[in-house]
């Protein structure tokens, strides 16, 4: 699986999330952006993102990841494993 | 004496202590009191407050949110704090129940209000007014709870209970005009705004982060700044331990102080803590936005009682009664009742003798049912109030029902809290419903109530059953669904 794939699949997680439109996300899209990307919200896209690829993020790689782009490095890391 | 009174002392005593930082800013105490004063001259200047009048601020954790709320108790007036997103119905009934003279700051959901930015308020001004005396048992702030009905239902706080508060928080947890604290709580709640307010009475440094979002920044600021201490959630630890295992352990030397709000903790949570932080005084409290930290219990030097909810705070005496207002004795459980000077001055629009209601024999009653042991503590039974506390956001039950009643081939419903099963988020909605519409699935139901709800209030499972517990008068009993 490529980049963008999962960069599209991870936008559209955000998106859904954050209640807002998949246009508004992109990779620089970071905690903070949307009212509703705030700690509930980081947890529940990581979560989301985790159960979709059927992956688990460990905690110092959860530290590392702040935006759209550290989400998508860090899920195709773990499926390249 | 009133928090500003005491920030005025302090901006005496150590003008040059830095009272807040937010990023690069940092503001010393003699500045904050300057820019205080602006605020206060600006708001009755331009604005037109006079004593007693309402501003409803949208509250964000960055300098102006400080200024313009110390300024407008300066000036007189009464602060109704709000989270920014706040929506439309509810912003509207808080309107119309405080006639505001204006609305200040950000509002994200709200549309077509004109709000006043608030950095407005540090615009200069001829003449700054000096500081005259607060009149102490007047109101100083309104906190608008979610009620279990979904209505929100004002708190009114005089700059006595909130002096009192702050005096009662700071003489457990024992913090001191050298610690540094990183607010990463919302300020638009009694927990944070009580954080603000019990740093600056000490004299202490503020460091204002406005989220746990990021541990990265959040870690970045404790050492950054030499933090010494911070207030969180029991739903708070449960993000920090999720997204960096146990890193906090790294900083044992340098905490002297976590606070932790009320709603369940599990012990094995507050266990944890100790472990990682042997020399930190860990303090959970008990209160709600009407008696703010009514009891404290602190995880090291009272481990044996970690199940409980503490013991009354400093000043504060907690006593148990019935519902017909008997007292009961240690082991008997009852309704949770609280004195001390803290306790709420009133609620906004209701009349003295529907306030009176909520006492028993001068103590107030706070909804939560539990007992006394014999040594003093609280053990907390169940929550006669209803609400549902998802991460530290409250969610009221008949918001989500109302939703749900809506939805066709759904009869009835209620909604309850249930315990998240990973252990994060604390509570988690849970539906029962009533239907006999066989194709109606979980995913229609929850792709039904998506667009009008926010996702942490989206039900996390739903369970079908035959009938709806209600009383004779058609009040559905929730607590018999847990």
Sequence with gaps: ?81 | MTIEEQIVLNSINRPDHIALIAGDEKVSYSQLWERCLVAATNVKKKYGLKQGDRIILSASANIDFIYAYLGIHIAGGICVPIDPDTNESRFELIKASTAPVCTMGTLLKVEGTSTIPLSNLLESCDVVEPFRQIEIDTIADVLFTTGTTGAPKGVSLSHKNLSAAALNINTFIKNTADDVELLALPVSHSFGLGRVRCVLSKGGTLVLLGSFASMKKFFGCIDRYHCTGFGMVPAGWGYIKKMSGKKLGQYADQLRYIEIGSSFMPVEDKELLCELLPQTRICMHYGLTEASRSAFMEFHSEGKHLNTAGKPSPNVDIKIFDAEGHLLLNGEEGEVCVKGNHVTCSYWNESKDRFAKDFFNGYFRTGDSGYLDEDGYIHLKSRIKEIINVGGKKVSPMEVEDILNSIPGIEDCACVAMPDPEGVMGELVKAFIVTHDESLTDTAILAALKPKLEVYKLPAAIERIDSIPKTASGKVQRLQLK
């Design chain 1, 1 to 81: 699986m490529d980049k963008d794939q999962i960069l599209g699949t991870v936008s559209s997680i955000v998106a859904e999330i954050c209640g807002v439109e998949k246009d508004a996300v992109n990779e620089n899209s970071t905690v903070g952006d949307f009212p509703a990307w705030d700690s509930v919200g980081h947890l529940s896209i990581l979560s989301k993102v985790e159960e979709t690829y059927d992956i688990s993020f460990e905690p110092e790689e959860m530290m590392e990841i702040e935006d759209v782009k550290d989400i998508v490095e860090a899920v195709y890391n773990i499926l390249q494993k």
